[in-house]
């Protein structure tokens, strides 16, 4: 059950999230899209720590959840992508030791940003969207993409782009990987009426292998 935790406070302002399972599979920090810290991302975070993690799904909302797809992107465009980055998912993977990047949607920019500036990331996991290149950096650690069909974000130029700025192994060996999900991008809302469990099994089966594969130190010039 994922519970309310106080991660830390900055400057007055709380960080908070919900954390669920104690498994040893790899840290999960799990970044919600700009509909907020759902009762559907709590579940997701159920869900991952059942598979062996342990899953902290973060909260940069603060308890306000936008009800109308207006409210949503207003909530959007008025917080602080440095903060929540240097702040939020830092403190958030202090608090795990080193730990993966789980990103929906907004949550994805955010991943993406976040492992460019933060340490002890391991792995990326991106899902329904992606920022423009021009706004992050280089990829620099293993980095997956889940791609969903009916998803106006989705731009195969971008999702090219980033692949291949993954880092490669000494063997040469690109660490990337694209999962395609063959259901629109509102799949995680358990109230949407084509609400699948069995893909959503396969995808979260999907992402904790990846972070199993990728649970790990790379040596020092190892990319």
Request: hydrophobic share 35%; with cysteine; aromatic share 10%.
């Amino acid at each position: 059950m994922a519970n309310k935790t106080k991660i830390t406070e900055h400057q007055g302002q709380e960080v908070n999230g919900y954390l669920s399972g104690n498994g040893t599979n790899g840290n999960i920090v799990l970044l919600h899209d700009w509909w907020g810290c759902t009762q559907s991302v709590r579940n997701l975070s159920n869900r991952l720590a059942n598979l062996g993690h342990k899953v902290l799904a973060l909260d940069y909302y603060q308890d306000t959840l936008p009800e109308t797809v207006t409210e949503a992107e207003k909530k959007l465009w008025s917080v602080d992508m440095t903060d929540i980055t240097e702040i939020f998912i830092a403190k958030s993977v202090e608090y795990l030791g080193k730990a993966h990047l789980v990103g929906m949607g907004f949550g994805s920019s955010l991943a993406l940003i976040a492992q460019a500036r933060v340490n002890n990331i391991r792995s990326i996991t991106c899902a329904y969207g992606l920022p423009p290149k021009l706004q992050v950096p280089a990829v620099r650690c293993p980095f997956m993409y889940i791609r969903a069909q009916k998803n106006v974000f989705e731009d195969s130029n971008l999702i090219n782009h980033y692949l291949s700025q993954a880092p490669v192994d000494q063997n040469n060996h690109c660490l990337s990987q694209v999962m395609n999900h063959d259901v629109d991008a509102e799949f995680l809302n358990e109230n949407n009426v084509n609400f699948d469990f069995k893909r959503l099994k396969a995808t979260c089966e999907a992402i904790s292998n990846w972070v199993g594969t990728h649970n790990r130190d790379y040596p020092a010039g190892y990319f």
